[in-house]
């Protein structure tokens, strides 16, 4: 996290930069999943009071992402087998909506915009942070494809905690070539105007990814 500078508060209470500032690093892995966050710490790193810092702090435990506890205080939320089945439960009904209303209300410019994704995909570095960035801008086209204001609403609820797990799946060995063939596949759907195969196609893609998840999570304590 980077000190925060006079500019930055034009726009943004210091409560509201504060938070957008540990969202980011936790979503960056620059704060790991049980790590102990003190308010002075992050209070002395951002350059500001403990006010800001603690409503910061407040907001994201309502969101889900610290947690508190009895004997380490508040911590980034280590995410366990349960929490992941139904993340992904939903995101997998969610998606597999996006891409069936997709096949349907998608315009030209929309499928225009999913293939050119696909290509920056596949000629992106396998750097696992820039592979995620390109995985997330594709779903998030799908989402915005589907012109439904309320499931795009859900789906970034949902992908904001997604985000914040350790690592991610599309740089598991194997993943980015396997994810890139099931986005085309989704694209081909989508163009032939078929919301039952897009459908079935995002659905067993996010399963996929939900079974790598849980190889990747930590031996639980």
Do not use: W
Request: glycine share 4%; proline share 2%.
């Amino acid at each position: 996290m980077r000190l925060l500078q006079p500019d930055d508060f034009r726009n943004a209470s210091r409560a509201e930069l504060v938070y957008r500032a540990l969202r980011a690093a936790i979503r960056d892995g620059e704060m790991a999943a049980g790590e102990r966050l003190r308010e002075t710490d992050i209070a002395e790193k951002l350059g500001v009071s403990r006010t800001p810092v603690r409503e910061a702090l407040q907001r994201l435990t309502a969101e889900g992402l610290l947690s508190v506890t009895a004997g380490r205080g508040v911590i980034v939320t280590e995410f366990d087998k349960q929490q992941v089945l139904e993340l992904y439960a939903l995101r997998e009904v969610l998606e597999g909506a996006a891409a069936a209303f997709a096949a349907e209300r998608a315009s030209e410019t929309d499928i225009e915009t999913l293939r050119h994704l696909i290509e920056e995909e596949a000629r992106g570095s396998d750097e696992g942070r820039s592979l995620s960035a390109a995985n997330r801008a594709f779903h998030a086209a799908l989402c915005e494809a589907a012109h439904n204001r309320y499931l795009t609403s859900a789906i970034n609820a949902l992908a904001d905690s997604i985000d914040l797990m350790q690592g991610t799946t599309i740089a598991v060995e194997g993943r980015r070539a396997t994810a890139e063939a099931e986005h085309r596949a989704i694209v081909d759907a989508i163009e032939r105007r078929d919301p039952a195969t897009a459908e079935r196609i995002a659905r067993d893609h996010i399963r996929e990814a939900r079974r790598i998840r849980l190889r990747m999570l930590p031996p639980q304590r």
